[in-house]
């Protein structure tokens, strides 16, 4: 007779760590996305606005000593990202190239100018700052104009200007979802833990002494799937290096080593308070409430 109630009698189910552990590294790894996605479109978005060219045109009689002046002031301003020094005779052959023709045997003579050709920081790539930077420029002694394509920087200026934070709000909306997902998993595994719960509790047992092996088990959880997750997303970052030739500088690596430790912080930040709190909450509950 008492085998057979032993075995009509329900088993208790262990709380299955792999699970949770399993569910927080897809939670952290799409978080990692995120966070590589984010820096990677404000990273391209930062290039296409340096990528705005202004062509400074030297006067036709100015002089070396003029050239390596102007070159000297272009260097001082904050506004300049870089600069590039084109001869009339580097642009007659890059023309002539174009088009097919030499362009000083129709003419008789080079119709071109030398110029340098300045990218500005992303900062001033927009349409308040770019005519300030060319009303300078154009003041420069031995400058006869300045020329760049209003139609990219309007492209900039409207299209561009607000999409990083618009891309900020979507991943930061991403990120509250998965602090929802991960605080749910934690729960969900302490949920199948509160009658072990209760039974220490009733035995004498201290809030800080039942707590205690929960918060480890959490810090463990949230470390182990963050390693996970970066070590995936590391794996993608790897792949797209060796199948597409990605190169990374330095501030790349730097980024990816602030992500990482971001991503560890938050898995056991996440994990560690919403098992403080759910072993708390099966504390403070009378026994008639846990079933």
Known sequence: ???????????KKKPSYLS????????????GLIGLSYYFSTKGFKAIKESLELEIILTQEIEKTQIEDIKYELSQYTAIKDQKFISKEEAL???????????????GTNPLYDSYVVHLKSNYSNSDSVPKVVKQLKALNGVMDVTYSKSVLDFVSLKI????????????????IAFSLIDNTIRL???????????????????????????????????????????????ILYFLYYRFNFVYSNSDIIVFGIIAGCLTLFGILVSLLSTYFSVSKYLRMKLEELY
């Open 1 to 11: 007779m008492s085998e057979e109630l032993s075995q009509k009698s329900p088993k």
């Open 20 to 31: 949770a552990t399993v569910s927080i590294f897809l939670i952290l790894f799409l978080v």
């Open 93 to 107: 052959a890059m023309f002539s190239k174009e088009l097919g023709q030499d362009i000083q045997e129709l003419a």
């Open 161 to 176: 200007k607000n999409m990083p934070y618009l891309i900020g709000g979507f991943c930061l909306l991403l990120l509250i």
């Open 189 to 235: 595994s302490m949920f199948s833990q509160r009658f072990l719960i209760r039974s220490m509790q009733l035995i004498g047992a201290t809030k800080g002494f039942i707590i205690k092996p929960f918060i480890g088990r959490a810090i463990l959880t949230g470390l182990l799937s963050a390693f996970l997750a970066i070590l995936a997303w590391g794996g």
